[in-house]
C-alpha cells in the first residue's frame, strides 16, 4: 500500500508520540504494553476517521502540538480538550470526524480538561510494526517513530486513502463523551496483596482524597495523601511480578502508586486495580487533580466494562447504518 505524507510537525509540544491499543504477550521478556494509556478515545477517533480500531494515532500530553496537513485528509480529536484549531481561526470540534485540506494547520491554544488527547487520521500511522504494535515505548527506545517523541521536522505518513469528500460528518454522541474533572472518583476492586494491609488501612485507602504529584507520567502516577500502612511484620517489599495497568502499589512510605502501561514487573505489593472500566481515565490524571477510591464488587465492574462496550458496539452500527442510508444522520439511529 502507497504511503502518503500527510502532516508535518511544527512543534511537538510537550510531549507526541505514536500510539496504537500497545503490544502485548511479551511481558515475560520484559516488554511493556505501551500503547495509548487512553484507549477508549484512541478507539473512538479511529472508529470517527474509518480506521480499525486498534490503528496507531499522536497522543498529545497537555500541550503544544502544531502541526501542518500535507494532503487532504480525515482528522478527529479525542480525549483531552486543548482548544483545537484550524488556521488560527476556526474552532475544531472534539469527537467528530473533519475533512482538512492541504496547507491547513492544526493548533491547541490551552488546557481546558483532561491531560492527553488523542489525533486520529485517516489512514492510520505507516511505521513498521514492532513485535505486533506501531507504539513507541519511549523507556526502552523502539516502535513508533524510531522509538522517541516527535519533534520539529518530523513527517507523519499515512496509508493512502481517499478522503470522504461528500461531507459524511461522523460524531460522537454527546451524553457519551467523557467528562474530564479535576476531581475523580475511581472504582477499584481490593487485591490481589490487599491481606498485607488492614481494615483501618483499607477503610483510610476508600474514604481519603489523594493529590495527583508531578511525578506522574506513562509508566505510574504517583499519589500524595493519608499514608497507607502495611500490617505489623510484613516486609518493606515483596518478591516482584508482573503488573497490570491499574494496579495500586503501596510502597515503603505508604504512598499509592497507579502503575500505567509502560511497567512490566513491580515489587511492592498491591492494595487494589482499577476496574477495566475506568482504565482509560487514568490517561487523563494530572498533577494537580485528587483522587478518591470506591470499592466496587466483581459483577459491578464486569458491568461497567459492558456498558462502555455496548456503547462502543451502538456507535459503530450506527455509522454503518448511517453510511448504508444516507439521507439518515446518526442521531436518527437511536444510539
Keep these: 500500500m502507497e504511503k502518503i505524507k500527510t502532516l508535518e510537525i511544527l512543534s511537538p509540544g510537550l510531549l507526541s508520540t505514536v500510539q496504537d491499543i500497545g503490544r502485548f504477550g511479551f511481558g515475560r521478556y520484559g516488554v511493556a504494553s505501551s500503547g495509548a494509556v487512553d484507549k477508549f478515545s484512541l478507539r473512538v477517533g479511529n472508529i470517527l476517521v474509518g480506521n480499525r480500531e486498534n490503528e496507531a494515532c499522536l497522543e498529545v500530553t497537555l500541550f503544544g502540538l502544531k502541526v501542518r496537513v500535507i494532503t487532504d485528509t480525515v482528522i478527529a480529536i479525542t480525549g483531552a480538550d486543548f482548544d483545537p ?12 470526524a ?18 492527553r488527547s488523542c489525533l486520529a487520521i485517516k489512514g492510520g500511522i505507516s511505521v513498521p510494526a514492532v513485535m505486533e504494535s506501531k507504539s513507541t515505548n519511549l523507556p526502552s ?10 519533534k520539529k521536522g518530523d513527517i507523519i505518513y499515512s496509508d493512502c486513502t481517499s478522503p470522504n469528500k461528500t461531507g459524511d460528518v461522523r460524531s460522537f454522541p454527546i451524553d457519551w463523551i467523557p467528562h474530564y474533572s479535576k476531581e475523580w472518583t475511581l472504582q477499584i476492586i481490593f487485591g490481589p496483596q490487599d ?9 483510610v485507602f476508600v474514604k481519603s482524597i489523594y493529590n495527583v504529584s508531578p511525578k506522574a507520567d506513562r509508566t505510574g502516577i504517583r499519589l500524595t495523601g493519608p499514608v497507607i ?3 505489623p511484620g510484613a516486609g518493606e517489599s515483596i518478591i516482584s511480578e508482573g503488573v497490570i495497568s491499574g494496579a495500586i502499589q503501596i510502597p515503603g512510605d505508604g504512598q499509592p502508586i497507579i502503575i500505567l502501561g509502560e511497567t512490566v514487573t ?3 505489593r498491591k492494595i487494589a486495580t482499577v476496574i477495566s472500566a475506568d482504565l ?27 456498558d462502555v462496550e455496548d456503547k462502543m458496539k451502538r456507535f459503530k452500527d450506527g455509522l454503518f ?15
Design 85 to 96: 484549531y484550524i488556521n488560527d481561526d476556526k474552532p475544531l470540534k472534539m469527537w467528530t
Design 98 to 115: 473533519h475533512l482538512l485540506k492541504k496547507g491547513d494547520i492544526i493548533s491547541f491554544r490551552g488546557l481546558k480538561s483532561g491531560c
Design 141 to 150: 527506545g523502539f516502535g513508533g517513530l524510531e522509538g522517541r517523541p516527535l
Design 195 to 203: 491481606e498485607q494491609f488492614s481494615e483501618k488501612s483499607k477503610d
Design 229 to 231: 500502612e502495611k500490617i
Design 266 to 268: 513491580g515489587g511492592y
Design 280 to 306: 482509560a481515565l487514568l490517561g487523563q490524571l494530572k498533577p494537580g487533580d485528587t483522587v478518591k477510591f470506591k470499592q466496587v464488587s466483581l459483577d459491578e465492574a464486569y458491568m461497567a466494562l459492558q
Design 321 to 335: 447504518y448511517d453510511v448504508a442510508n444516507s439521507s439518515l444522520s446518526l442521531s436518527d439511529t437511536n444510539i
